[in-house]
């Protein structure tokens, strides 16, 4: 995979992990804890799932992309 693949898969795992945790509030406003501790669970599994799927294929096959997406969060808070 060319890199500009790579940083588009690094780009959908972070755009589908903030719209993941975006969810978390709704979630905890309207579910009881219990339920809203398991769904919490549920999102925390899905995250990990897009990292690994994405991310991490990503940043194996060009490890210069975890310099990459360190520099962007520190100089813009996000990726």
Same mark, same amino acid.
């Given at each position: 995979? #060319?890199?500009?693949?790579?940083?588009?898969?690094?780009?959908? %795992?972070? #755009?589908?992990?903030?719209? =993941?945790?975006? $969810? =978390?509030?709704?979630?905890?406003?309207? =579910?009881s804890e219990a339920d809203y501790r398991?769904?919490?669970? #549920?999102?925390?599994?899905? $995250? #990990?799932q897009v990292n690994t799927a994405l =991310? %991490?294929?990503?940043?194996?096959?060009?490890?210069?992309?975890?310099?990459?997406?360190?520099?962007?969060?520190?100089e813009h808070g996000r990726y």
């Amino acid at each position: 995979m #060319d890199i500009e693949l790579a940083r588009a898969m690094a780009r959908t %795992a972070f #755009d589908a992990n903030r719209s =993941l945790q975006a $969810i =978390l509030p709704q979630l905890k406003a309207g =579910l009881s804890e219990a339920d809203y501790r398991a769904c919490a669970h #549920d999102v925390a599994v899905a $995250i #990990d799932q897009v990292n690994t799927a994405l =991310l %991490a294929r990503a940043v194996a096959v060009h490890p210069v992309l975890e310099t990459e997406i360190e520099t962007a969060i520190r100089e813009h808070g996000r990726y």
